[in-house]
Nanobody
Framework: QAQLLESGGGLVQPGGSLRLSCAAS????????MGWYRQGPGNQRDLVAS???????QYADAVKGRFTISRDVAKRAVYLQMNSLRPEDTADYYC?????????WGQGAQVTVSA
């Protein structure tokens, strides 16, 4: 079954770090880009970071300098290293994959930043 497999969410104290991973399973179409969105309680789903498969990343202003997106072309995977986490980063984080045929979404990974 074609799907995105996410892992790496959890509970962390303010100032801490987490790493999210997302791998494409049984998706063979050429990839345009992959990335992460997040949706906090009562909020819309917003772009956090994206990376073009040929290279080049972009970030939401709120996470610039703290989060880093990277990809593994061979594994068809994307990662989000999140440092200096803040309570306002608390959200469900969704991986997405944009291929030449369609988009895919992961199941979501919960990230909670709390003392």
């Amino acid at each position: 079954q074609a799907q995105l497999l996410e892992s790496g969410g959890g509970l962390v104290q303010p100032g801490g770090s987490l790493r999210l991973s997302c791998a494409a399973s049984e998706i063979t179409a050429s990839i345009n880009n992959m990335g992460w969105y997040r949706q906090g309680p009562g909020n819309q789903r917003d772009l956090v970071a994206s990376i073009a498969w040929g290279g080049g990343a972009q970030y939401a202003d709120a996470v610039k300098g703290r989060f880093t997106i990277s990809r593994d072309v061979a594994k068809r995977a994307v990662y989000l290293q999140m440092n200096s986490l803040r309570p306002e980063d608390t959200a469900d984080y969704y991986c997405y994959l944009d291929t030449v045929l369609r988009e895919y979404w992961g199941q979501g990974a919960q990230v909670t930043v709390s003392a």
